[in-house]
């Protein structure tokens, strides 16, 4: 399903309009994209369906598989997905 389809159905199951389901889809995503740029440990909770999360990695050495020198990875903050016990269970 792609953004189109899912506005569409969001529109279909909440009697609303595709231009203001598109608005409600595009609220909800840049909710969840701010409160991740908060950084680790920021968490987006809806119960029945999961929970995104910040989680941070810190730098630590590895090899470059091409010249096989040692190096320093960047520290990063990604977001995640858990999905709760519910999703899970389809």
């Known amino acids: 399903m792609n953004k189109k389809e899912l506005v569409s159905a969001l529109a279909e199951h909440t009697g609303a309009t595709q231009a203001a389901a598109g608005d409600m889809l595009n609220a909800f995503v840049e909710v969840i994209t701010n409160e991740m740029k908060q950084g680790d440990g920021s968490k987006v909770v809806i119960p029945g369906f999961g929970q995104f999360v910040a989680k ?6 590895m090899r470059n598989p091409a010249t096989g020198k040692m190096m320093m ?17 389809l």
């Open 56 to 61: 941070h990695r810190e730098s630590r050495e």
């Open 73 to 89: 990875s960047k520290a990063k903050t990604s977001a995640a997905f858990k999905p709760a016990a519910a999703l899970k269970d």
